[in-house]
């Protein structure tokens, strides 16, 4: 059973930084597309970035590219989002997700397109 635990999250003030770690675990098979989503209260859940687990690089949502730096730790299972220059509308529940990949390097932003989510952790940015 795949298994999704996000920590981090915390509140801070406009122009902070944190960086969130996702542990991944209880995948059989290798290779797989993971990504952070973020949603906040009345709104959709938007893809922030993905990757793919074994190779190659992450994809970002214009809202939040040279803001936002993707880290996938192969070994540890890992994947972390470290947010700088946080903004008050950065305020959301953030969580990590995973899939199998439609083809080797997948990578997208779609919610609907990932099986596995964790339980999310709160971001709170105020003015």
């Known amino acids: 059973q795949v298994h999704l635990v996000e920590s981090g999250g915390d509140s801070v003030e406009t122009g902070g930084s944190l960086r969130l770690s996702c542990v991944i675990s209880?995948?059989?098979?290798?290779?797989?597309?993971m990504a952070w989503f973020r949603q906040a209260p009345g709104q959709e859940r938007e893809g922030l970035s993905s990757?793919?687990?074994?190779?190659?690089?992450?994809i970002y949502a214009d809202s939040v590219r040279g803001r936002f730096t993707l880290y996938r730790d192969i070994a540890q299972n890992t994947l972390d989002l470290e947010m700088n220059n946080l903004k008050p509308e950065d305020t959301a529940v953030y969580y990590c997700?995973?899939?199998?990949?439609?083809?080797?390097?997948?990578?997208?932003?779609?919610?609907?397109?990932?099986?596995?989510w964790g339980q999310g952790t709160q971001v709170t940015v105020s003015s």
């Open positions: 997700a995973t899939t199998p990949p439609v083809s080797r390097g997948f990578k997208t932003l779609r919610p609907q397109s990932y099986r596995h």
């Open positions: 209880g995948h059989t098979y290798g290779g797989y597309t």
């Open positions: 990757i793919y687990q074994v190779g190659g690089y992450p």
